[in-house]
């Protein structure tokens, strides 16, 4: 089975944190991805990557940064977070072509205060 | 860019009824369709796809319709059971849009016991 980790369930931080959400997956997935999950709204995307050390934005990138410095890890980073960026954070990962199934994390709940 | 509509925001059906949730998406090279549940804790978690070359698909009690001409898709659960209550996302895979999933707002189903 795949399994995509996140490293936490709940997070509370305060404005102007730095905050860093990581996510692991352990199946040698080339494409790993952070979502942003609000009611009403869906899934956006925040930014994704392809292999490592490589990424795009996606639809919503302001205020996030990230980093993938190994293939089975992708790290999401509030470089100075703000009560709007108070989200549940979906980390998901795929095999490789476009078509191919994501597979998501439990979620990352960050309330910033 | 894509756009996906999807409703209704909330759907509540008897036990054993039949429940239906529509999408519809704007870019005409859209080819992928895939639907994700997601229950409560958990990340969401794909249940059943559709490609563009095809016009219907049934896994069990789940199905899926495609009309291409319309550029709208819409998944069919018969005798719902409690279980299916959950989270219910559409999407659309853009090649306009880099071959990246676009997903609805979300559509919540309860089944009443």
């Known amino acids: 089975d795949v399994k995509v980790t996140q490293s936490s369930r709940y997070l509370v931080k305060r404005t102007g944190e730095k905050v860093f959400l990581e996510c692991v997956q352990d199946?040698?997935?080339?494409?790993m991805f952070w979502y942003r999950q609000d009611p009403g709204l869906g899934l956006r995307l925040i930014y994704f990557?392809?292999?490592?050390?490589?990424?795009e934005k996606g639809d919503i990138p302001e205020g996030y940064s990230v980093s993938r410095e190994k293939k089975e890890r992708f790290s999401l980073i509030l470089e100075s977070a703000s009560t709007n960026q108070t989200s549940m954070y979906l980390c998901?990962?795929?095999?490789?072509?476009?078509?191919?199934?994501?597979?998501f994390g439990p979620g990352t709940r960050l309330t910033v205060l | 860019g894509e756009n996906v509509e999807q409703h209704p925001s909330t759907l509540s059906v008897q036990e054993g009824d039949s429940a239906v949730i529509k999408c519809t998406y704007s870019?005409?090279?859209?080819?992928?369709f895939p639907w994700y549940k997601q229950e409560l804790g958990k990340g969401p978690q794909l249940i059943i796809d559709i490609r563009s070359n095809v016009g219907e698909k049934k896994d069990q009690r789940i199905a899926v319709t495609l009309n291409k001409t319309a550029k709208h898709f819409s998944l069919h659960i018969t005798e719902t059971q409690p279980e299916d209550s959950a989270v219910y996302f559409c999407?659309?895979?853009?090649?306009?849009?880099?071959?990246?999933?676009?997903f609805g707002a979300g559509t919540i189903l309860r089944v009443k016991s």
């Open positions: 990557s392809y292999d490592v050390k490589m990424k």
């Open positions: 199946m040698d997935h080339e494409n």
């Open positions: 998901a990962s795929s095999l490789g072509g476009p078509t191919d199934t994501q597979y």
């Open positions: 999407a659309a895979s853009s090649r306009e849009y880099g071959n990246k999933l676009v």
């Open positions: 870019d005409s090279a859209s080819n992928y």
